[in-house]
C-alpha cells in the first residue's frame, strides 16, 4: 500500500494587515484620554458657567476619572439627569445635575440669596427645569469642544431629553460598563454643587478620538416605496401620445387654417414619462373632457 502522497494548496492564505489585527486600546490609554478631555473641560467650563454665576467665572475642579457599572451610577436625592446624543457616532451621554444647586441658581436669578428650600421638592419646577435647560446648553457645546481631537475631529453634541427620575431616562443597561467624570463647581465661600457625567467605556475610543467615527452602514438596496414621503409628493410629467404620425415636407410646407388631417389614433395609446412608457390606454370623455381609461399597465 503506496504510503506518500503529493500535497498541493488549493489557494494562497490570507494574509491580513497588521492594521486590521491590531488590538484596540486598553481601558487605561481610554481613560487617559478622557483624563486629558476632563482637564480641557475643566478650563473651557470657567468662562461657561460664568453667566450662571454673576459674571464671575466659577472655580471648576474635575477628578480622576474612574470606571464602574452603570447599576452604581445613581445617588440618593433629587438630581435633573440629562441624556446626549453625539453625532456622528451616535454614542450617549449622561449628566446629573444636583437639584439643591440648580435651586440655589434660580433662586440668585430671581435676585434672592442664593439659597434654596429646605426640605427640597419631590420635583423641580419649572423655573428649575429652564436652569437646567441652561446648564444643559453649555455642558453639551463645551463637552463637543473638549472631546475628540484635531485629527478625529470633535463630536457635535445634543440634548436629546431630561427627566428626574433616571429610569425614566434608560440611558444604558444596568451592566453596562461607564467611566465617570465627578465635576465641582465653587463660588467663593458658597459650597461647591456637584456635575457628574456618565460615558459608556465603548464609546470612549470614538469620543476621544482615539479612533475614527464609523462610516456609513452599508447601503439599504430594497426598492423605494413610491407611496411614501419624500416620493409620494413628487412632480412628474405625464405624456399622452395621441398621435404618432409622419408627414412629408410639402405637406407641413402647405398647412393653413382649416385645413383637415386625416391622422388615424391608435386604440392602444401609450403613457410616457421621460422615454418609458408606463401604461396604454383607451381614448373617452368625461364630464365633456378627453379622459384615458388604463388597459393595460405597462
Known sequence: MKQDFAFVAERALACHSPALMRPGPADTDLIEALRQAAARLARSLRGG?????GGDPPDVAIAVPYEQAFADFAREGLYAYSLYGAAP????LLSAIDAEAVLRLVDRAFGGPGE???????????????MVQRIEAILAVQLGLALGSASAGRPVIDVLRRDSDLAQLQPFAPATRIAVLDIAV???VRA???????LPLAALAVLTGIAPAPGPGPRDLAPADP????????????TAVLVDARL???????????????LPI??????????????????????DRVAIQITKPA
Request: proline share 11%; aromatic share 2%; glycine share 8%.
Open 266 to 287: 391608435a386604440r392602444q395609446v401609450p403613457l410616457v414619462i421621460g422615454k418609458r412608457t408606463i401604461a396604454h390606454g383607451t381614448i373617452g370623455a368625461v364630464d
Open 89 to 92: 457616532s451616535g454614542a450617549r
Open 248 to 262: 412629408p415636407l410639402q405637406a407641413v410646407s402647405r398647412l393653413e387654417a382649416g385645413q383637415v388631417l386625416n
Open 227 to 238: 407611496a411614501s414621503e419624500p416620493f409620494a409628493a413628487m412632480p412628474l410629467t405625464l
Open 49 to 53: 458657567l460664568a453667566r450662571l454665576c
Open 192 to 198: 461647591p454643587w456637584p456635575i457628574r457625567i456618565a
Open 116 to 130: 434654596a428650600q429646605h426640605p427640597l421638592p419631590r420635583e423641580l419646577p419649572l423655573s428649575a427645569d429652564l
Open 186 to 188: 465653587s463660588e467663593g
